[in-house]
């Protein structure tokens, strides 16, 4: 059977033929110069979402304007289908939170049901993609005049990128199989990018080769995202192809999780449509949309008709870049935005958090939708079974404690959360004695109650409804206790801020940390877990009114760090030089005579005399160097802080010889950035997860002076990963893109020349033992500290949310969001295709 491989494809984004007109913008300044005002704002009128970059399959054929026509007209006559199928909201669920009653939960399932029904049918892709597995399939393309010349173009393209693909697909076509449509999960889609999304940097040349043309290789460089001089090096960044008999959808404010090298991706918004001129007329919809919703979530993305709520579990392997959508079974979450998902098991994952959007439907006579959205908030934990694909739903009870009975974990979105191991390990408390109770010391807090830090009259009202508020400094219970025992092999979830809903459209930002620990009830074989259908949520809060604390926020980038291995290595091998030389005295003398018969007990070596003994330059004690020695106190902060009594009140450190020894796995949780409503949070907060301790971070820039300054980089719905000693910042909108996108504040009145604000690069890299930006100069002083960039060099610079990242084997998998350039008429696009960075462990901008 011969392969199509003569088949066009239509690798470029036509947007000549696009019907649809992009929203206007003049530019999103971030101290930059701009004229207009912002394109955001709570209207009832939209347009669809263009992509920014996207996937197309090697089967698709080459649409005319007029089949491209027929499939604009069927997405909306889907569509109206789609909203069709949502029934009014009654009085009851007005209450916001989980469900209130049984009869209203299958009110809710029925609904989604026939709403799934119309979101299957925009996600077939049948009609984009001819069946090479059929002997009698055959595609005939019959263009005109003027389309042959770049139909022919893109066809000599398409046979340099797809040889290889068809040279494998026939070897996988000459095995014999029971069930061909095996065959159609390897089919290979290829990115493409937008044309004037490319070519942007100013680095790139102008001359143009047929090679330099081809928008759709199978991985397309990164000169798009970054120039040279942050592209550390060639093919560090790329967007690959993927293998799959599905398209990935665009996904904004989704849930992404990676275990075992696979990536779940669950809940979000994706677009109803799969290219450009395929997006459907928004004319006939009318929107009353979430009001007040705090960045980054965006009313044109979030109440846009266009934007449908994803009900469907996908998973992405990251060492074969197949997709694939399971069905999955249980009790199966809605579809949520701004969940967020944690390592429960090697097994199995815990999702928590987000909202849900429920839309009320109505149609005049003359054929007009009239939507009206609303945010349900969801309180309850859901857990995966990535063997089984099986759901479980688990209720969060919050532990009482002092004065306080009937405390409430309020349902949150745009939180952090993370998962900590429970197994046990000798930790060291403010004693200097072994607790073995893992990262939660029950024997700390025992103390801070008996010598009144921490306790109820410090700073707390007995009242239940205060727990929640904005600032918590209640000391926590004896119920922080560990059960790493009983639950070996299964992680606690630690959460921290976070949004919860107060009134009908108004949202609070909060700063309370919470443990929440899910009880097994049966371990069996193959990593196999039965939990329980509750779980209790601990509150973990101050030890003494006075402690430091972050502030209320949400949407801030998290990572956790063993900052140990990054700062302590160095200090011992100079300490080791310092304190300590080899006494040559203890040296072993070799024996003038060999035995014959090794294997007699006499001839046998004495490993005693084969030590070398070290003595100390101090105190004269010697010891052998094949014992592990302690450590001094190193630079880190928590080092030094868990070498003294916080509460003595003295900063002494303990003797040479009577320190603990360290915890080889010395876990830190960096938090930067986020907002509160509008305002940015600037700061860099860490936090030592086994002493439970916060510490506020400066941050430093290099300046041209040949010093470093502080400085201030204020991002909110961006994301992190710390790789090596290094911290790395993805998208995010600074304080300025969020007056512009929300305000319509605009710069005209700004003072030159342009400046660059710190932040703007879509990857800013932070050195974690000096708290310093890299690839960086800075120029100006701490009030107004600024870029010395050359201005017409970052042309390119763009802002970007809504996505998730997930880092892999030393590689960073960016999936999904929206895109916007900060210097140029885009609006907001959407990225439809996998970004990829390869980021080096070491500090090659230094």
């Known amino acids: 059977m011969a392969l199509h491989a003569h088949m066009p494809v239509d690798f470029a984004m036509n947007e000549d033929n696009q019907t649809m007109e992009e929203p206007s913008n003049e530019g999103i300044p971030g101290r930059y110069p701009s004229e207009g005002l912002s394109e955001i704002e709570d209207n009832d009128t939209f347009t669809p979402l263009p992509y920014m970059s996207n996937y197309i399959s090697v089967t698709a054929p080459l649409f005319m304007n007029d089949f491209k026509s027929k499939i604009r007209t069927e997405n909306e006559y889907l569509l109206k289908k789609y909203y069709s199928s949502k029934k009014s909201i009654s009085h009851a669920m007005y209450r916001h939170g989980s469900v209130a009653s049984d009869s209203e939960a299958s009110n809710a399932l029925a609904e989604r049901s026939k709403s799934y029904v119309w979101m299957n049918k925009f996600l077939d892709d049948s009609r984009y993609m001819v069946d090479l597995f059929e002997s009698g399939t055959t595609l005939e393309v019959q263009p005109n005049s003027e389309e042959e010349e770049e139909i022919e173009k893109r066809q000599s393209l398409r046979t340099h990128a797809a040889a290889s693909y068809f040279k494998h697909l026939q070897r996988l076509m000459a095995i014999d199989l029971r069930e061909p ?26 001359e143009s080769t047929l090679y330099d043309d081809k928008v759709c290789p199978l991985f397309i460089d990164g000169n798009e995202y970054m120039t040279k001089d942050y592209d550390l090096y060639k093919g560090s960044i790329s967007i690959p192809s993927i293998f799959s008999e599905y398209k990935l959808p665009a996904f904004v404010h989704h849930c992404a999780v990676e275990l075992n090298g696979t990536v ?64 999955v079974s249980g ?41 009206r959205k609303r945010a349900y908030m969801n309180n309850t934990g859901y857990i995966l079974d990535t063997m089984t694909f099986n759901f479980t739903r688990v209720e969060l009870t919050a532990i009482p404690y002092k004065l306080v009975s009937y405390p409430t974990l309020a349902a949150r979105f745009g939180h952090v959360q993370l998962s900590i191991p429970n197994n046990g390990y000798n930790s060291y408390n403010n004693n200097g004695n072994g607790n073995g109770n893992g990262y939660f010391s029950h024997q700390r807090h025992h103390e801070s109650d008996e010598n009144g830090n921490g306790s109820p009259g410090s700073g707390f009202e007995s009242t239940s409804s205060e727990l929640n508020s904005s600032a918590v400094s209640v000391g ?23 949004y919860k809903q107060v009134g009908d459209d108004d949202y609070e930002a909060m700063n309370d940390l919470w443990k929440i620990d899910v009880p097994v009830l049966v371990k069996g074989k193959r ?82 005399r084969s030590k070398i003994r070290t003595r100390s330059k101090d105190s004269g004690t010697s010891s052998s160097s094949s014992t592990n020695g302690s450590s001094n106190a190193s630079t880190n902060p928590f080092w030094k802080q868990r070498l003294s009594s916080p509460h003595s009140g003295s900063s002494t450190t303990l003797p040479p010889r009577f320190k603990p020894h360290p915890n080889p796995e010395h876990k830190v949780l960096i938090l930067h ?27 430093h820039g290099k300046h041209k002076a040949s010093k470093m300054i502080p400085i201030e980089i204020g991002l909110v719905g961006h994301s992190m990963v710390c790789i090596g000693g290094m911290a790395v910042f993805v998208g995010g909108l600074l304080q300025e893109d969020v007056d512009h996108l929300y305000f319509g504040v605009d710069y005209k009145d700004m003072k030159l020349p342009p400046q660059i604000a710190i932040g703007s690069d879509l990857i800013n890299i932070f050195d974690l033992a000096s708290q310093c930006l890299l690839g960086h ?8 500290a600024h870029l010395t960039d050359d201005l017409a060099a970052r042309l390119g610079i763009i802002l970007s949310f809504g996505f998730t990242l997930i880092q892999f084997n030393g590689d960073i998998l960016l999936f999904g969001g929206v895109v916007s350039k900060r210097l140029k008429s885009s609006g907001i696009n959407l990225r439809g295709a996998i970004l990829k960075c390869v980021l080096p462990s070491m500090k090659l901008t230094t």
Not at 181 to 197: G, M, T
Not at 281 to 297: A, T
Not at 477 to 491: A, C, D, I, W
Not at 777 to 784: A, F, R, S
């Open 181 to 206: 449509d095996v065959l159609k999960k390897h089919n290979l889609w290829i990115p493409r990018i937008k044309k004037n999304w490319r070519n942007e940097p100013s680095d790139r040349s102008d």
């Open 264 to 327: 779940y991706i669950l809940g979000g918004l994706m677009a109803c449509h799969k290219h450009d001129d395929e997006a459907p007329s928004l004319k006939d919809f009318n929107v009353d949309g979430i009001k007040n919703l705090p960045p980054p979530l965006l009313s044109s993305v979030v109440n846009n008709p266009s934007m449908i709520n994803n009900g469907r579990l996908y998973l992405m392997s990251a060492y074969s870049n197949s997709l694939r959508r399971p069905e």
């Open 331 to 371: 009790q199966i979450p809605p579809p949520l935005l701004c969940m967020k998902g944690s390592k429960l098991t090697e097994r199995h994952i815990f999702f928590y958090g987000g909202f849900e959007i429920r839309t009320e439907t109505n149609v005049d006579e003359h054929g007009v939708f009239y939507l």
């Open 476 to 498: 926590s219970p004896h119920t922080r206790l560990n059960n790493g025992l009983h639950n070996s092999g299964v992680h606690s979830i630690l959460i921290f801020g976070g």
């Open 527 to 608: 990593g196999y877990y039965k939990f329980g259908s509750t779980a209790n949520a601990t509150i973990l809060s101050r030890s003494n009114p006075d402690a430091p604390w972050p502030s209320p926020r949400a949407f801030s980038a998290d990572c956790i760090t063993n900052v140990r291995d990054n700062t302590t290595k160095p200090d011992l091998l100079e300490r080791l030089q310092e304190n300590f030389f080899i006494d040559k005295n203890t040296f072993p003398i070799p024996d003038k005579s060999r035995a014959l018969l090794k294997s007699l007990p006499h001839a046998r070596p004495d490993h005693d």
């Open 673 to 699: 950035g986020g907002s509160n409503k509008t305002d940015v949070c600037h700061d860099m907060w860490w936090l030592d997860i086994e002493c439970e301790t916060w510490s506020q971070i400066a941050t």
């Open 777 to 784: 100069t800075v120029i100006g002083d701490e009030t107004n």
